[in-house]
């Protein structure tokens, strides 16, 4: 029912910015949370965020005061924001859509989309 794409991902040295769009097609995502997750070589799949259809804002401690996470729903789209990007935020990073509210763990979304690639260079 809901189909997701993230897209932005890119190489960026450290110290700089970069947005993330996560963005919805086959219907609205408006009444689901959104969340952000991260993997990167030989580790699991980490939170990084998310959003409530409330705007009620989750981050975990490693992002916090650097990402940002909004929505648009007129354009079906959720942002990341990522501000001082550090070497260690390198990962595949995918943004997963549910209908319980903010979770913070992977099994609790229902849909997910494929990832984009963020490299940042020391």
């Known amino acids: 029912q809901v189909q997701l794409v993230e897209s932005g991902g890119r190489l960026v040295q450290a110290g700089g910015s970069l947005r993330l769009s996560c963005a919805a097609s086959?219907?609205?995502?408006?009444?689901?949370?959104v969340g952000w997750f991260r993997q990167a070589p030989g580790k699991e799949r980490e939170f990084v965020g998310a959003?409530?259809?409330?705007?009620?804002?989750a981050y975990a401690d490693s992002v916090k005061g650097r990402f940002t996470i909004s929505r648009d729903n007129a354009k079906n789209t959720v942002y990341l924001q990522m501000n001082s990007l550090k070497p260690e935020d390198t990962a595949v990073y995918y943004c997963?859509?549910?209908?319980?509210?903010?979770?913070?763990?992977?099994?609790?979304?229902?849909?997910w989309g494929q990832g984009t690639q963020v490299t940042v260079s020391s």
């Open positions: 997963a859509a549910g209908s319980r509210g903010l979770r913070i763990r992977g099994y609790e979304y229902d849909y």
């Open positions: 086959g219907r609205t995502f408006s009444d689901y949370a």
């Open positions: 959003i409530s259809p409330s705007n009620f804002l």
